[in-house]
């Protein structure tokens, strides 16, 4: 009997590859026989250098860059046999970390992220793969592209200070200093949100307040943020602002779309395909999933309900175990999920929940494989 296992991370308790051991315990206390497959999961965001590299063995490296509030920290970042750097924005410009009296909404940049691609690109990097998600800046990428070695300037030449709210006095955008060694980069950008640059559907409008932002700084962020995409226009010839993913990470999908020529993919079906997960789903039995929380949202681009396409195509029946479920997740089951278990005990507090969450997962896991041989044993 084969298993396949591949869970996201449960947020602040287990990462993926965590989560898919206390399953496959589980397992093997039901059934010691069991041939399990473990590709621990993520979709694009926080995690997702993590279960790449678990998946396929690769190798954690370190960078020292600076965050989004211009301090010093230490980002980690994967190394692949085959020349692919997967970098998470969030390593080098996330919010996670940041105290909300200390958010900077106008002022926060995403230098460090380009630091991170030039020391993969120093490290010889043919392909990236940039997860985005979780960042705590609004400033469209221009501070990745700065230190990759553009130059932002005002009317009187002068260079403009970092942050979103500063493009607002942007002229013109010098690329003659940008690393010429991106032009043979391959840049793959993962993404579970298709949001434009600019508008009320964009970058400032929709992410803007969980960053800081209030209201005011909103507008400041959404003007400015429509400049840049006004000049970079005149300097690429092409429009890009539009494009379906540009307002991800505080417009940094824009400036990855239009000056890396990256492509956007959902996350899971990046981390998917790395991790070989379509082959190890070829003549299984079942497979299982999970994250911290399952709801109807989970159906955009998160982890379970990409697995789960994948397990439909091969026709693998999918138990998903969660955290929770929230209002919704029913409509996980024409999707693919077969079965939907929830981890937190009535009777305990959710932090006791996050502390054991390993031996909940186990017990569920155990739970649902000695139902599935009874069915079996019935069956026969």
Request: hydrophobic share 45%.
């Amino acid at each position: 009997m084969k298993i396949v296992i591949a869970p996201d991370s449960f947020k602040e308790s287990l990462s993926a590859a965590d989560a898919a051991r206390a399953i496959e315990r589980g397992v093997k206390q039901a059934c010691p026989g069991a041939h399990t497959v473990l590709v621990p999961m993520a979709d694009g965001g926080e995690g997702t250098v993590e279960a790449v590299l678990a998946a396929t063995g690769g190798q954690a490296r370190q960078t020292r860059v600076r965050d989004a509030l211009g301090r010093d920290t230490l980002a980690q970042w994967g190394w692949l046999d085959d020349a692919t750097a997967v970098i998470e924005m969030a390593s080098a410009a996330g919010l996670e970390g940041i105290a909300a009296a200390q958010r900077d909404p106008l002022g926060a940049d995403t230098y460090g992220v380009g630091q991170l691609i030039l020391a993969a690109l120093d490290d010889g990097a043919r392909t990236l793969i940039l997860g985005l998600g979780g960042s705590a800046t609004t400033d469209g990428g221009s501070g990745m592209l700065r230190a990759l070695g553009a130059r932002f300037l005002d009317a009187q030449g002068k260079e403009i200070a970092p942050g979103g709210a500063a493009l607002q006095t942007l002229a013109r955008i010098d690329l003659d200093g940008l690393d010429a060694r991106l032009a043979s980069l391959d840049v793959h950008v993962a993404c579970d949100v298709d949001n434009p640059l600019c508008g009320p559907q964009g970058a400032a409008h929709v992410f803007g307040p969980q960053k800081g932002a209030n209201p005011q700084q909103v507008a400041q962020l959404d003007a400015a943020l429509g400049q840049l995409a006004t000049i970079a226009h005149h300097t690429l010839g092409h429009d890009h602002r539009d494009t379906a993913g540009a307002g991800a990470a505080g417009g940094l999908g824009f400036a990855a779309h239009a000056f890396l020529r990256a492509r956007f993919r959902p996350g899971v079906e990046l981390v998917a395909e790395r991790g070989g997960l379509a082959q190890a789903l070829q003549g299984a039995t079942l497979a299982f999933t999970g994250e911290g929380r399952m709801d109807a949202q989970t159906l955009r681009g998160k982890t379970p309900a990409g697995v789960a396409r994948l397990a439909q195509q091969a026709g693998v029946p999918v138990v998903a175990l969660a955290g929770s479920l929230g209002e919704g997740y029913e409509a996980l089951h024409p999707a693919g999920i077969t079965a939907a278990f929830s981890l937190l005990p009535g009777s305990h507090t959710l932090e006791h929940a996050l502390t054991h969450a390993s031996d909940y997962l186990t017990a569920r896991a155990r739970d649902v494989m000695q139902l599935w041989m009874a069915a079996a044993r019935r069956r026969l």
